[in-house]
């Protein structure tokens, strides 16, 4: 897989589970859609760049 590509994926993923913290930080209802949209994001990617993401966003 392209290093870009890759890098992409990353960001994209970083982005939603952000988001996604941020409402559930704000006590506000994830919406199913959010869900699945990580889901799709996730199903792309090689887990250990997934791990290293989530990772990243439990740590804030």
């Known amino acids: 897989m392209a290093t870009e590509?890759?890098?992409?994926?990353k960001?994209?993923?970083y982005s939603l589970l952000i988001v996604k913290k941020a409402y559930e930080?704000?006590?506000?209802?994830v919406?199913?859609?959010l869900t699945?949209?990580?889901q799709y994001a996730k199903a792309?990617?090689?887990?250990?760049?997934v791990?290293?993401?989530e990772k990243h966003v439990a740590e804030l």
């Not at 930080?25 to 209802?29: F, K, N, T, V």
């Not at 792309?44 to 760049?49: F, G, N, R, S, T």
């Open 36 to 38: 699945q949209t990580i």
């Open 5 to 9: 590509t890759r890098v992409a994926q």
């Open 44 to 49: 792309v990617m090689e887990p250990e760049d």
């Open 25 to 29: 930080d704000a006590d506000i209802e």
């Open 11 to 13: 960001d994209k993923l």
């Open 51 to 53: 791990a290293y993401i």
């Open 31 to 33: 919406l199913d859609t």
